[in-house]
């Protein structure tokens, strides 16, 4: 067990130099450490900003080239293509990048177009707002399967 002699000797034997010191040097790490973070956040932000910024100019691009190749092509049938909802959701879906998918679309309205002797167009895409996504509805099913039986 500890003992000590002098109660007094502990209250005066801080050595206040040390302490400030560290207490200093803790909070200069610290506050470095969060203008790094807040700089490296900066950063990231500009960086995304330019890479869908460029996405945006190409997909101009896209449209122009679009609208310029259909003014110089014969008349062409327009067909809207609208995925049906199939149950209600909390959340909206974000914008993303579906290329491919609309490719697929495309690719077999070209190919209906050319069975019939037409040629289609698709004149717009929506996602519908109303849907579970996979993951979403796999969850539920999981939540729910003791209330099944």
Known sequence: MF??????????????GLV?????????????????????????GKIFKAI????????KKKAEAERAAQQTSKPVHTASVIPSPSE???ELYEDE??????????A?????????GKQYRIASIKRPRSARSGWSAAGIAENMRGFMN
């Open 3 to 16: 003992k000590c002699s002098s109660p007094t000797l502990l209250a005066t034997d801080v050595d206040w």
């Open 20 to 44: 400030g010191s560290t207490v200093i040097t803790g909070l200069v790490v610290v506050f470095l450490i969060l203008a790094i973070l807040v700089f490296f956040l900066w950063a990231f």
């Open 52 to 59: 869908n910024g460029a996405a945006e100019n190409r997909e």
């Open 88 to 90: 209600p959701e909390e």
């Open 97 to 106: 990048d579906d290329d491919e998918i609309i490719a697929v679309i495309a």
């Open 108 to 116: 077999a309205i070209a190919a209906y177009g050319a069975a019939e």
